[in-house]
């Protein structure tokens, strides 16, 4: 089946450290990988996305790269901020008649200045 | 109003209430979903439906019932909940079902809390 494996939270991290979230997949068939980021009282966005192997997403400094050999959809941004504090969710879809998306269970980020 | 819009956002209801959600997207999207957000668990999709029809139904249990009334309004029928169905539930909608990928676009949720 498939599934989305993220690293544990809570995450807490100093203003401009730099930043780490892992994301392991399982998926038959060929899957697109998104981040998406819940900030505290909204619904999820869109982050960034990656739709074949070798593919980097990038948006607001945050940056992924869909690593097929390792199944691996990491997260990384270079100097955090306190507005980067939010829960981000890693996702796959894969097309089967109909898309699909299937979410790790997050990991809360907590910036402090 | 824009985006996806959930009312009410906060809900407290007893087991023997009978209660609805609604979800407004004004995106011009034809696919509309309920995800249901509990505390260390990933989201989990509950229902799909694309241009009003339900093409996904994840096993949910028969005391939430999803309508459609329209392409731009979906509603959750709530009867007889169990405390663990405390949860956030969103909504979200996409342009369709179609091959290839479309943004879903989410709501703000509903936090449901069952006494």
Redesign the interface.
Known sequence: GNSVTQMEGPVTLSEEAFLTINCTYTATGYPSLFWYVQYPGEGLQLLLKATKADDKGSNKGFEATYRKETTSFHLEKGSVQVSDSAVYFCALTVFQGAQKLVFGQGTRLTINP | ETG?TQTPRHLVMGMTNKKSLKCEQHLGHNAMYWYKQSA????E?MF?Y?FKEQ??NNSVPSRFSPECPNSSHLFLHLHTLQPEDSALY?C?S?QD?A???????????TRLTVL
């Not at chain 2, 260390?40 to 989201?43: A, E, F, N």
């Open positions: 996806v260390k668990k990933p989201l999709l799909v694309n093409t996904e969103l979200a996409s079902l091959s290839g990928f479309y943004e879903q676009f989410f709501g703000p949720g």
